[in-house]
Structures are given as structure tokens and as C-alpha cells.
């Protein structure tokens, strides 16, 4: 993923949030204008039962959801989208996104191929108006803040009532609290987002795009839930995110990294 996120230098066009594309041409960007999402998206998410759809890097996939990356830019969104995808870190010089991007990625969830769609958007105010269009098609929602940066939690609040306004009401959503790997520069203790999670009702863990702590877990947990949501047979347990979360999460400790 190129570092300067401008909807033109990313393809030729920002994607519209009605447009579309056709079954597995999604990734690389919000590319090519007058093209739709919605097929390869239903509102449930679902893809057509037992006829698996292939995404265009020649996976094949079950079912497809939309997830959306958000929170105060510089947060790290673009680095935790690239960690999951490339598993690399995008160090240097910080470039903010223009607008918004997305990327797919297929995970293996209980043996079903769940293709996430996942969408980074800018943290900056000037393109909010941009970004709150997407919201309403978005199944999941990554919340972010930097534990360096005391003012991104705080805005925790203030994203939170954008969600509500925008977002569809039985959206997933989690928090998570990024760069836990610069222990030095920490100014947000776990527990206060721990508290803030649990105000809200909304799972929560600390993660690092850079060592790459937590990073998988965060998407494979949204995975889980929504293909659980969209594929629950009958006899099978409720899927409990918060109790998955709580079990699988790892602290960054001393020297995890
Ligand atoms: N130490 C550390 N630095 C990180 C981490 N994640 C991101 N960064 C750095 O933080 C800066 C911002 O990262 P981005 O991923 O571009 O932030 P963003 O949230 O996408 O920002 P916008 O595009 O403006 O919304 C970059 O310099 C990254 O290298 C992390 O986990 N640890």
C-alpha cells in the first residue's frame, strides 16, 4: 500500500460508498469510479450458500464482510490494516490518509473462508463528511486511539457518537488502544481503556502495528463474530466476542514485542 493515501494517486477515483465492484475484484484500493461494492456485500454479509465466490487474488471465499478502520488520525490505522494484511510495519516518516482505502483479506474461520473488506479511512476532520458515508455499510468497526496520545482517547467519546449516528445499530464494534510497544511514550493506561470499554459496552485490547501484538486477533475476533452472526447452525453455542476477546488477548508485558 503506498504511503500517499490520495483517492486519485490510488487508482483513478474514489470509490463511491453505493458504487461497486463485481464478485472478487475488491481489492487494491478504492479504485475505479462507476464500479459497485454492493454485490460482493450483501447486508448480511452472507455470500450465496454453497457457492463459494472467488476474490481476484484467486481465494476462494464463503462469505464477505465490510469492516471499517476509524479514530484520530495518526493513531496507526493504516499500519495496523498493513501489519494484518502484508505483516510488515510501515515505519518512517507518517503520510495521512486522504479519504479513504480499503483492502481484502481472507481469513479460514471454523473451517469457512471469511473475506474481510476492510476499509481505511482518514482520521482527519476535512474528510469526515467523506467518511461518515461508508459507515452505514460497514458489518464491523475497529475504533482506534494511540496510548501515546492522550487527546485520540479522549476523542474516544466523540467517535463513538458518530458511530451511533452513522453506523448501523447492531454494528460490531471494539476498541482498541495502539502503539503499546512505545512504553515509554505511554500517557494511556490499559485500565483506563479497559474502563472506557466497558462504560460502552464494547470489547477491548491493546495492540501494536509495529511489533504486530494483538493484530491478527483483533480481525480474526471480528471474523469469528460475524461469520457466527451470518452462519449460526442450529445446535451451535452463541458466539461470545467479549468472553473471546478476554480469553485470547495477550498484554504487551516488559518485553513482548
Ligand atoms: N511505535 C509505533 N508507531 C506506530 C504504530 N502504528 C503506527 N505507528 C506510527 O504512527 C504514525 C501514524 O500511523 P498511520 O497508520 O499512518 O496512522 P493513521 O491512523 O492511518 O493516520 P491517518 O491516515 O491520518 O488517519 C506513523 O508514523 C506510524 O509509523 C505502532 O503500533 N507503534
Redesign the pocket.
Known amino acids: 500500500m503506498s ?1 500517499k ?1 490520495t483517492p486519485r494517486s490510488k487508482g483513478g477515483g474514489r470509490a463511491s460508498p453505493s458504487s461497486a465492484l463485481p464478485p472478487g475484484q475488491g481489492n487494491g484500493g478504492a479504485r475505479g469510479a462507476g464500479r459497485r461494492l454492493s454485490p460482493e456485500l450483501p447486508p448480511n454479509g452472507a455470500a450465496l450458500p454453497g457457492r463459494p465466490s472467488l476474490s481476484n487474488s484467486g481465494e476462494f471465499y464463503d462469505v464477505a464482510f465490510k469492516v471499517m ?1 476509524v ?13 494484518f494484511k502484508d505483516g510488515a ?10 479519504g479513504i482505502d480499503f483492502r481484502n483479506k481472507v481469513l479460514t474461520v471454523d473451517g469457512v473462508k471469511v473475506k474481510l473488506q476492510i476499509w ?5 476532520e476535512r474528510f469526515r463528511s467523506v467518511t461518515h458515508a461508508y459507515y452505514r455499510d460497514a458489518h464491523a468497526l475497529l475504533l ?1 486511539y ?1 496510548v ?1 496520545n492522550r487527546a485520540s482517547f479522549d476523542n474516544i467519546q466523540a467517535w463513538l457518537t458518530e458511530i451511533h449516528e452513522y453506523a448501523q445499530q447492531d454494528v460490531v464494534l471494539m476498541l482498541l488502544g ?5 512504553t515509554q ?1 505511554r500517557v494511556v493506561k490499559r485500565e483506563d481503556g479497559e474502563k472506557l470499554a466497558k462504560e460502552y459496552g464494547v470489547p477491548f485490547m491493546e ?5 504486530g ?1 494483538n493484530v491478527e486477533l483483533a480481525f480474526t475476533a471480528i471474523a469469528k463474530e460475524l461469520k457466527h452472526r451470518s452462519m449460526k447452525l442450529p445446535n451451535e453455542p452463541k458466539f461470545k466476542l467479549h468472553d473471546y476477546v478476554k480469553k485470547e488477548v495477550r498484554g504487551s508485558g516488559c518485553c513482548r514485542s
Open positions: 504511503r493515501k478502520l479514530g484520530d488520525s495518526g493513531v496507526g490505522k493504516t499500519c495496523l490494516l498493513v501489519r510495519f510501515l515505519a518512517g516518516s507518517f503520510i495521512s490518509t486522504v481505511d479511512t482518514a482520521g482527519q482506534l494511540d501515546t495502539n502503539k503499546v510497544d512505545s511514550e495492540t501494536s502495528a509495529k511489533s501484538l
